[in-house]
């Protein structure tokens, strides 16, 4: 498992790091939010994410590095209960778009061994598929961050 963070305090607080290719945006519905269907680089993870591509413009066929965290403090220590600004160093200066948001559901994908952790930020949803032993460290009813940043192409 590859984690990210400069700090081990900071290791601890993410719960599941991918690098994830967008097959495909669905923006039919609503104005400033699309659906993204990716697929994981390293863990081989289907992800259905909504995400307000007026503040985060995505394009099939790119990438993005996506993390979920327990906590945005580099420090390791649980958020309150409501939001206090932070002025300090946080997870979210090393990421262009953040969320949070709430495990509602886990469902087993059929006859099948993997299973669908959902998430809710605030109504725009998560569904993220896969092997549950790469999802060992989320918990139904959790608190958790999303956090995204495009991963440059490599032409060549």
Not at 94 to 109: E, L, Q
Not at 118 to 123: E, P, R
Not at 147 to 154: E, K, T
């Amino acid at each position: 498992r590859v984690h990210g963070g400069s700090t081990p305090t900071a290791v601890m607080s993410v719960l599941f790091e991918d690098t994830f290719s967008i097959e495909q945006v669905y923006d039919k519905h609503f104005d400033k939010v699309s659906r993204l269907k990716c697929k994981g680089d390293n863990y081989e993870m289907q992800l259905v994410l909504d995400i307000n591509t007026d503040i985060y413009p995505v394009q099939a066929g790119t990438k993005f590095s996506l993390v979920l965290a327990s906590t945005l403090r580099t420090d390791g220590k649980r958020e309150a209960e409501y939001y206090t600004p932070n002025s300090g160093p946080s997870l979210m200066d090393k990421y262009k778009y953040v969320m949070c948001g709430k495990i509602f559901d886990y469902v087993r994908k059929g006859h099948m061994s993997d299973i669908s952790i959902l998430a809710s930020f605030g109504g725009l949803l998560m569904e993220l598929t896969g092997d549950p032993r790469n999802l060992t460290n989320l918990d139904l009813d959790m608190t958790i961050y999303l956090l995204m940043r495009p991963v440059a192409s490599v032409s060549g």
